[in-house]
């Protein structure tokens, strides 16, 4: 028998054009670009090029799809490699080509798996649930990295996000793919098909659309009534500017400490309840530097106030120091110091996978050297006050806000530092995505940044109050922690998200199954 060779199928021009306009479309629906409106038809071009396509070359022009979107996405990264990280440019480069490679596996991934859904009469049910599963598996696999979901690119639209506290982020994904699919259908579907999908399948999402519009107008509402009825706290935001140069330089500290201490004390006449400093905001170890640390809990007794801020920690362990990015809390009475240590560290960042054999890329960590994962998730207590914090990137992590929820939180409290970022278009994606912890578990979320943004965010995902970037800025606003019940999304987490997985798990066997059966 002569066993004959399977052609490899070129992927003509125009596919290759309209992939990577899907992808291009897709960057500019994020921040800070005001066109998230493009996110619910990015990508109808990705899928007319997958008209008559099978598996395999469906997943080359996902892939396409994939390197446009993130190459233009995640850009930034060269940035702080380069430029803070003080790798050589050729190196951050590779790095970003494979971070986006990995990346743009996840739209390969769904491409591949549409195409095996034709003649399926479920086939737009099926392709939101691809999307959505693969959104999920992205935020576990290898530590996880949820970065700029789809469903991020609504946060400046409350009528859109208020579903996030039953479905959390990956609501959002699913209207949106759904929105992609059903005008890819009504657009390029032949006519006999086209007079099925009316009949139902419109039907179908006209009838979850106007449900997510009902139930944003009853949040919204019920939020307006209540608006400050419970009880509420004076806060004050201090965003120092520190240049990321010389923040780490001994020569600096004292600059550093006389603008927080001027900063603050501006305010006084506010009568804060809480003020908040940003991650590292001291660039010592706050727990024996006799210099410094003095001032800092001086202030916090001539405030009357608490004081959250971020500061590296130690701790001596069997002869061996392990370091911390820690949260501490100060009282302006004598009661012990409370603090958190960070339990999500950014990999390459704060620590070093396998650093016996990555041992060229050690710079990238902070000068205190590895960091170690923090003991527990829990809320800093003081009075009636119950603040979740969440340190730099732990943000985009909706199960650690949803913990701090869950163990009492009534205020959630982003430290972070994003001067690492520079100048990009990464400042505004990390704020978008802190929107969506504050309406995921109905909680206020106050964002303290040492370069910016700052902000004050309200339960519903509104932005209440914001700095610039590179200033210096101090925000005061009163913000209500009285809180409500634990929202669906807090006491049950991502099982929307799962139970979509399960449905696509399922129908990829399905194929793999009845595939199999017409081979026999």
């Known amino acids: 028998m002569l066993k004959t060779k399977k052609k490899r199928i070129r992927l003509s021009g125009r596919d290759i054009l309209?992939?990577?306009?899907?992808?291009?479309?897709?960057?500019?629906?994020?921040?800070?670009?005001?066109?998230?409106?493009?996110?619910?038809?990015?990508?109808?071009?990705?899928?007319?090029?997958?008209?008559?396509?099978?598996?395999?070359?469906?997943?080359?022009?996902?892939?396409?799809?994939?390197?446009?979107?993130?190459?233009?996405?995640?850009?930034w990264i060269v940035v702080v490699l380069g430029h803070y990280g003080n790798l050589n440019i050729f190196v951050s480069f590779v790095i970003l080509i494979l971070l986006c490679l990995y990346l743009a596996l996840y739209p390969a991934i769904f491409s591949g798996l549409t195409t095996c859904l034709r003649g399926s009469r479920l086939d737009l049910v099926f392709m939101t649930g691809f999307w959505v599963g693969l959104e999920y598996i992205r935020s576990k696999l290898l530590t996880g990295f949820p970065w700029c979901f789809l469903?991020?690119?609504?946060?400046?639209?409350?009528?859109?996000?208020?579903?996030?506290?039953?479905?959390?982020?990956?609501?959002?994904?699913?209207?949106?793919?759904l929105a992609n699919g059903i005008i890819y259908w009504l657009l390029f579907m032949q006519n006999e098909r086209r007079s099925s999908l009316i009949k139902w399948q419109v039907l179908i999402v006209f009838l979850i659309a106007g449900g997510t519009f009902a139930y944003a107008h009853y949040r919204l509402s019920e939020a307006g009534s209540s608006k400050m009825s419970g009880q509420s706290v004076n806060i004050v935001i201090v965003q120092g500017n520190i240049d990321q140069s010389v923040k780490w330089e001994p020569a600096y500290q004292e600059k550093t400490m006389a603008k927080y201490l001027r900063l603050t004390r501006s305010v006084l006449d506010f009568g804060p309840d809480l003020i908040v400093w940003p991650e590292t905001a001291l660039p010592f170890f706050f727990q024996d530097n006799v210099k410094f640390s003095p001032s800092v809990l001086s202030l916090a007794m001539e405030s009357g106030a608490p004081l959250v801020f971020g500061s590296p920690a130690?701790?001596?362990?069997?002869?061996?120091?392990?370091?911390?990015?820690?949260?501490?809390?100060?009282?302006?009475?004598d009661r012990p110091i409370t603090y958190y240590d960070k339990v999500h560290l950014v990999p390459f960042g704060e620590y070093v996978p396998?650093?016996?054999?990555?041992?060229?890329?050690?710079?990238?960590?902070?000068?205190?050297?590895?960091?170690?994962?923090?003991?527990k998730v829990a809320p800093l207590k003081h009075e009636g006050?119950?603040?979740?914090?969440?340190?730099?990137?732990?943000?985009?992590?909706?199960?650690?806000?949803?913990?701090?929820?869950?163990?009492?939180?009534?205020?959630?409290?982003?430290?972070?530092?994003?001067?690492?970022?520079?100048?990009?278009?990464?400042?505004?994606?990390?704020?978008?995505?802190?929107?969506?912890?504050?309406?995921?578990?109905?909680?206020?979320?106050?964002?303290?940044?040492?370069?910016?943004?700052?902000?004050?965010?309200?339960?519903?995902?509104?932005?209440?109050?914001?700095?610039d970037l590179f200033t210096e800025a101090v925000l005061k606003a009163p913000v209500d922690i009285s809180g409500s019940t634990l929202p669906f999304y807090t006491r049950y987490g991502n099982i929307f998200a799962v139970l979509l997985l399960f449905v696509s798990l399922f129908k990829i066997f399905y194929c793999l199954w009845r595939g199999k059966g017409e081979q026999e």
């Not at 396998?354 to 003991?375: C, I, K, M, Q, W």
């Open 151 to 177: 469903g991020h690119t609504q946060y400046e639209h409350l009528y859109v996000i208020q579903i996030a506290d039953i479905c959390g982020v990956y609501g959002l994904s699913f209207l949106i793919i």
């Open 354 to 375: 396998l650093g016996r054999f990555l041992a060229f890329v050690n710079r990238l960590v902070p000068a205190a050297g590895d960091f170690d994962v923090g003991g």
């Open 18 to 75: 309209l992939a990577s306009l899907s992808g291009i479309m897709l960057t500019a629906s994020f921040p800070p670009g005001k066109l998230s409106l493009l996110a619910w038809f990015a990508l109808v071009p990705l899928l007319k090029t997958l008209d008559n396509k099978s598996p395999s070359p469906a997943f080359r022009l996902g892939l396409i799809t994939g390197m446009a979107h993130y190459l233009t996405l995640l850009y």
């Open 314 to 333: 130690y701790k001596r362990v069997s002869g061996i120091t392990r370091y911390y990015n820690r949260a501490y809390l100060l009282t302006p009475d």
């Open 385 to 467: 006050l119950s603040a979740g914090i969440l340190i730099c990137f732990e943000v985009i992590f909706p199960e650690l806000a949803r913990a701090h929820a869950r163990k009492g939180a009534n205020i959630l409290v982003n430290l972070t530092n994003d001067a690492w970022f520079g100048m990009t278009s990464a400042p505004y994606q990390h704020l978008s995505m802190a929107v969506f912890r504050s309406v995921e578990n109905r909680l206020p979320t106050i964002r303290a940044a040492n370069t910016g943004f700052s902000a004050f965010i309200s339960p519903r995902g509104e932005i209440r109050a914001q700095s």
